[in-house]
């Protein structure tokens, strides 16, 4: 993932740089990381974040 955070500590600007298996987390990924927040006046470009999806056995 790569993304912008905002002047007012938001999430913005979200893109994929690489997905597998492809699109399979993707919506899940973007809803969450629109909830997050950095601290305010901190604005940043192109934070790189990796998620690694395990699924676990019953």
Not at 26 to 40: C, Y
Request: hydrophobic fraction near 40%; proline fraction near 7%.
């Amino acid at each position: 993932m790569k993304f912008d955070i905002g002047a007012d500590g938001t999430v913005t600007r979200i893109e994929f740089i690489r997905s597998e298996p492809h699109h399979l987390f993707d919506e899940q990924v973007v809803k969450a990381m629109a909830k997050w927040r950095f601290e305010k006046d901190r604005p940043c470009k192109g934070v790189k974040k990796t998620f690694i999806f395990s699924p676990s056995a019953p």
